[in-house]
């Protein structure tokens, strides 16, 4: 008798403990769309203004962001999460990283907030292939990459400055 209790007890729960998984997955997409995700680690996201199939997402690119760190690459979050438990995403992504990554963000995320992410992301399954490797400074790029440094058009010698424009 205790046994069909304990079993009639689990198949009630099944479905608070599905919705409760559900609420994350829909939790960690909000949280990669508004933290911004997609912008480095899905190729095109940005230029389109989020006009990528969500398909994609998540996939890393092969642009790469160069200062004087290297040359840095936005990884394929789909296929890292399958290398990891949830407690070591957990801990991983509040830890510095290169720029531009804001791991800093991350770090600043509850708990709960970083687990509902990786659940989204492993929901997603594994799609693409990994970025290209960290290039050391000075290091060929064996890809396009955007200069991430400070820039100033130099002025000849007493001509105005250009007016700002709204």
Same mark, same amino acid.
């Given at each position: 008798?205790?046994?069909? $209790?304990?079993?009639?007890?689990? !198949?009630? +729960? @099944?479905?608070?403990?599905?919705?409760?998984?559900?609420?994350?997955?829909?939790? /960690?997409?909000?949280?990669?769309?508004?933290?911004?995700?997609?912008?480095?680690?899905?190729?095109?996201?940005?230029?389109?203004?989020?006009?990528?199939?969500?398909?994609?997402?998540?996939?890393?690119?092969?642009?790469?962001?160069?200062?004087?760190?290297? $040359?840095?690459?936005?990884?394929? !979050?789909? +296929? @890292?999460?399958?290398?990891?438990?949830?407690?070591?995403?957990?801990?991983?992504? /509040?830890?510095?990283?290169?720029?531009?990554?804001?791991?800093?963000?991350?770090?600043?995320?509850?708990?709960?907030?970083?687990?509902?992410?990786?659940?989204?992301?492993?929901?997603?399954?594994?799609?693409?292939?990994?970025?290209?490797?960290?290039?050391?400074?000075?290091?060929?790029?064996?890809?396009?990459?955007?200069?991430?440094?400070?820039?100033?058009?130099?002025?000849?010698?007493?001509?105005?400055?250009?007016?700002?424009?709204?």
């Amino acid at each position: 008798m205790r046994t069909k $209790i304990v079993a009639v007890g689990w !198949l009630l +729960l @099944l479905p608070c403990v599905a919705a409760a998984a559900s609420s994350d997955v829909e939790r /960690g997409r909000y949280l990669v769309k508004i933290g911004g995700c997609n912008d480095c680690h899905t190729a095109g996201y940005a230029p389109s203004g989020g006009a990528v199939p969500e398909a994609e997402w998540l996939t890393g690119q092969s642009v790469g962001f160069k200062g004087p760190w290297g $040359i840095s690459y936005p990884v394929n !979050l789909r +296929l @890292l999460v399958r290398t990891m438990s949830q407690g070591e995403w957990i801990q991983r992504v /509040g830890k510095p990283v290169l720029p531009p990554m804001p791991w800093f963000s991350l770090r600043a995320m509850s708990e709960s907030d970083r687990r509902a992410m990786y659940r989204y992301i492993w929901s997603l399954g594994p799609a693409g292939s990994p970025a290209p490797a960290y290039v050391a400074p000075g290091a060929a790029a064996p890809t396009p990459y955007i200069l991430f440094v400070p820039q100033q058009e130099e002025r000849q010698a007493g001509a105005p400055a250009p007016p700002l424009k709204n």
